[in-house]
């Protein structure tokens, strides 16, 4: 029964955690409010770092969430120069992350990486448009079987100071597959191929590892609207 109802937590969280416990013990001592206020915080931090399993769609060509969160943009964008994938505008999708979303990070196709570039930057607001440009970020270039490429960029936000991506040059990856994962309030930009219509609105709420955001294979337009 324990297996269905605890949620796994990523390694990284347990320092914080302990951290967060001890300080509650100690503040505890002092005065015993402080020290329920340091459990609930604890409480807080192991939410922030839990781990679910998730259940990927398999059928080939769809483009799944990186990331839990909302819809923040939706339009065309140059990918990152330092991916090396031209200037030409490619169709993109931003999935901002608060606070309150899981924060572990997922492959959204299947595919081999063939450039990361990361860049040192600001602390803006991630949900704005200038974040892709100014804030920092480690972004990475994925081929696909058919040749084709697709970007995804992980963007600290205005209250996340580290990023995390476990992934190297040359390493193959599945859709779905845990990469790495921000902390405290972020975002994560997906790039399509040209051509690619997104299949999501602005404002609807994404499951990382379930989501689809688009079907590199259908020729559906685009969709319209937003969620409010």
């Not at 939410?47 to 990927?56: A, K, L």
């Not at 030409?88 to 931003?94: A, F, G, M």
């Not at 608060?98 to 492959?107: E, G, L």
Request: charged share 20%; aromatic share 8%; with cysteine.
């Amino acid at each position: 029964m324990s297996s269905y109802i605890m949620v796994p937590i990523h390694r990284e969280g347990w320092p914080f955690i302990a951290l967060f416990a001890v300080a509650a013990i100690l503040l505890g001592l002092l005065w015993q409010p402080l020290g329920w206020l340091g459990l609930v915080a604890t409480l807080w931090c192991a939410y922030f770092f839990r781990n679910p399993d998730r259940v990927t769609p398999t059928r080939d060509g769809l483009v799944i969430s990186p990331a839990d969160g909302v819809i923040c943009l939706v339009g065309d964008a140059v990918p990152p120069a330092g991916l090396g994938l031209g200037e030409t505008p490619r169709p993109r999708v931003c999935v901002f992350m608060s606070v309150f979303d899981v924060h572990i990070n997922r492959a959204p196709l299947s595919g081999r990486v063939t450039k990361l570039a990361y860049h040192a930057g600001k602390f803006v607001n991630a949900a704005l448009d200038k974040a892709s440009e100014e804030n920092e970020r480690m972004a990475v270039a994925l081929e696909l079987e058919d040749g084709r490429s697709v970007a995804f960029v992980q963007i600290a936000g205005l209250v996340a100071r580290r990023i995390r991506c476990d992934l190297v040059e040359g390493q193959t990856i599945r859709a779905g597959e845990r990469f790495g994962l921000i902390r405290f309030g972020s975002r994560v930009d997906v790039y399509f191929p040209e051509g690619v219509q997104p299949q999501v609105t602005l404002g609807q709420r994404c499951i990382a590892g379930e989501t689809v955001l688009a079907d590199l294979n259908s020729t559906e337009p685009a969709r319209q609207g937003e969620v409010r």
